[in-house]
């Protein structure tokens, strides 16, 4: 999951308490692949590992706010390897006609 975030997609993180605070990946860091998240109401940075994401999303410290972004991003994934197999679109979607 944490593999497939990218820049816009969010998560709400808990702070241990009633308390949680939204924040928007802003920047991946291509050598170490560190994370960084910022609340759009505040210019601190959120910075996280991905491993210590993967433990918080797991563990519901951290919530991935749904939206179109990753689900469009998620169907395009999946009807992109539809069009690629063998067997295409049409075994799995009969009315489908490319």
């Keep these: 999951m944490v593999q497939a975030l990218q820049r816009g997609d969010r998560i709400e993180f808990q702070t241990g308490t009633d308390d949680a605070f939204r924040a928007t990946l802003k920047w991946i860091s291509p050598k170490k692949g560190l994370l960084v998240f ?3 109401n505040d210019d601190r940075a959120v910075p ?3 491993n210590a994401l993967t ?3 797991r563990d519901g410290t951290a919530i991935l706010i749904e939206g179109e972004n990753i689900f469009e991003r998620a169907l395009g994934s ?3 390897a539809l069009k690629e ?3 295409g679109v049409e075994k799995y979607v009969p009315s489908y006609q490319r």
């Design 55 to 57: 433990i918080q999303l």
């Design 48 to 50: 996280i590992s991905p």
């Design 38 to 40: 910022m609340q759009h």
């Design 78 to 80: 999946v009807i992109s």
């Design 85 to 87: 197999s063998p067997e």
